[in-house]
């Protein structure tokens, strides 16, 4: 990567933070197309990328196309199962597995390692493996992609960090991701990229352009980086509207399959914890000194306490931190949105936010510098604030309908009257409901299910063919040991039911050829994956490794034919 495009780059996404993008709705009726459709794009830039030297633009395409069909892209009303006649990532591969290319070839492999889906990837696996196309070496080998190193970069304001990746491919070319969390939205993944550059030479770029003395540079334990990237993108996948960059959400499914390179078991964000005592002694010892004691009122004591709700329960969680951003979010929509007062005591917030933001940064040691641009962003707000506090306005739950594009009505001649909350939720419901089915197992399951853990019970021998006992007592067994050493016995409980319905609804497969510890790790990794058991704290990789197998998911798919579910 050129020094000129590093830097364009850096400059593009650290404009691009400064705003929070609302995606428009992407079409999810996609259709694939051969070399003769009139709408050969897709396949000549596929061919394109794959032409290149380095591998890095086909696994961005890659990810592109990956995310296009992500339903965590959708307006959560609408993150719905989807219809018969939708396209869905798994459709939309699945035609690529009909579509016998080199440039689908090339596809199929790259997703198949990107997936954290391990029955689809399986899927996709055998079908290039029956291909006869001449690939990329490197094709062939990117799973052996290794995440080597972490690195946080840190302002002392606290608006958000960047974690940065040394990634190095098989072929030895090394490339970085750059992921910023966003610590003012709650701790989440607001934009990321990833660059054809070395990690070491990376940060002296950003360094030298940056050129900041309140940023830091900091070595990430690997775990610790994976769980706070991680947490990150869970978050910023529940927030609405989402946030769009050039490059993000485009390369998340990317960023997520190099940080499940990582080690497991690591530390998030941990949260500030401010008690009850904590805030008060923080109240008092603000209005007893030289900043706050000219501004002690009832009524300013009264703003202290939304300012302090403010600090501790959104962002970050500490009421010390102040910057410029946050000062936007405080005064051009949290206190008009959320603060509940008369206009002639909402209007002295801003003298008073002055004071105690003179007093935090006093407090913990900021540069005057900072201080100053920080009360310049109170006086650059205060005008736009002034104006909204003044102004007939959405609050509480009505500013969060609207937020979601989904305006609450009330009836023409009654402008005061209570929001319809059941009418505006009814869509939103509706897919919820459809999802905990879809979860559990259909509508009949959900309206029986109860919050008792399944009973530690014994294996059901009913209906399974005597001459089929000794190879799945031998299955039992591995299962059971799994269970006992990694899990426990609610999970043994339903790796039991789950076996026995194996067995009795086609034994053949015990009669038939096959390894023991193959049949139990699908077993386990079935029940696992229908209870979202897999993820930091127990990998995949994990619960097969504890079987000696490297893959358990087309033995899966049999085994839930079995038992009459859909694979």
């Known amino acids: 990567m050129s020094r000129g495009r590093s830097d364009k780059q850096l400059k593009r996404q650290r404009r691009q933070r400064k705003e929070q993008g609302r995606r428009s709705q992407r079409s999810r009726h996609l259709e694939v197309v051969d070399r003769q459709s009139e709408e ?41 199962p989807a219809k018969s006649d939708e396209m869905t990532l798994e459709r939309f591969l699945n035609s690529f597995i009909e579509i016998d290319l080199p440039e689908t070839t ?54 958000g960090d960047d974690v940065i990746l040394g990634v190095r491919l098989p072929t030895g070319h090394e490339i970085s991701a750059v992921i910023y969390i966003d610590h003012n939205m709650g701790g989440v993944v607001k934009d990321a990229f990833v660059v054809d550059e070395e990690i070491g030479t990376l940060i002296a770029l950003m360094q030298l352009q940056i050129g900041d003395p309140d940023t830091t540079w900091t070595d990430l334990d690997l775990g610790d980086a994976r769980a706070r990237v991680e947490e990150a993108v869970v978050y910023g ?11 993000w959400p485009m390369s998340r499914p990317l960023v997520e399959w190099l940080v499940r390179g990582l080690p497991s078991g690591g530390k998030g964000y941990v ?71 008369e206009v002639a005591e909402l209007t002295t917030a801003p003298d008073m936010l002055r004071a105690f933001i003179r007093y935090c940064h006093q407090r913990q040691g900021i540069r005057l510098a900072l201080t100053t641009e920080t009360l310049e962003a ?46 505006a939720m009814l869509d939103f419901n509706e897919y919820m409901l459809s999802v905990l089915c879809e979860s559990v197992g259909g509508e009949e399951t959900l309206r029986t299910l109860d919050e008792r853990p399944l009973p530690d019970e014994a294996f059901d021998w009913t209906g399974i ?31 039991r039911r789950f076996l026995a319905r194996v067995a009795v609804g086609d034994p053949n ?46 033995r899966a798919s049999t085994f839930l034919s079995a038992a009459g579910i859909d694979p």
């Open 237 to 247: 996948a529940i927030t609405f509207p989402p946030f769009e960059t050039d490059t």
């Open 509 to 554: 497969i015990f009669r038939r050829r096959g390894a023991t510890r193959t049949a139990a790790a699908a077993v386990c990794w079935v029940i696992g994956r229908a209870n979202n058991l897999f993820g930091p704290d127990l990998l995949v990789r994990d619960l097969l490794g504890f079987f000696e197998v490297s893959s358990a998911s087309q």
């Open 40 to 80: 050969p794009d897709l396949i000549a830039s596929i061919g394109a990328a794959l032409s290149q030297a380095h591998p890095l633009r086909l696994i961005e395409l890659v990810s592109a196309l990956m995310n296009t069909l992500d339903t965590r892209n959708l307006h959560p009303t609408e993150r719905r």
């Open 106 to 159: 090339a596809v199929l492999t790259v997703a198949s390692v990107m997936l954290s889906d391990e029955l689809q990837a399986a899927r996709m696996r055998r079908a290039v493996a029956s291909r006869q196309h001449a690939m990329p070496g490197w094709l062939g080998r990117l799973s052996g992609t290794t995440s080597y190193r972490a690195v946080e970069m840190v302002h002392v304001l606290g608006d």
């Open 378 to 423: 109170v006086d650059l707000w205060e005008p736009e604030y002034q104006r909204i506090i003044r102004s007939p306005r959405a609050q509480g739950v009505d500013a969060l309908f609207e937020a979601m594009d989904m305006p609450m009505q009330r009836e023409a001649d009654e402008p005061g009257a209570l929001l319809d909350l059941d009418a």
């Open 465 to 495: 063919p005597d001459d089929v006992h000794d190879r799945v007592s031998e299955v039992l067994r591995l299962c059971d040991s799994c269970c006992e050493q990694l899990l426990d016995s609610e999970f043994r409980t339903a790796c």
């Open 271 to 341: 949260r500030p914890e401010w008690s009850t005592g904590d805030i008060a002694q923080l109240t008092e010892d603000f209005f007893s000194s030289e900043y706050g004691v000219a501004v002690d009122s009832p009524s300013h004591r009264h703003l202290m306490q939304s300012i302090l709700w403010f600090g501790t329960d959104w962002g970050p969680g500490d009421p010390l931190r102040w910057s410029p951003v946050n000062v936007e979010m405080l005064l051009s929509d949290w206190i008009p949105r959320k603060v509940y007062a």
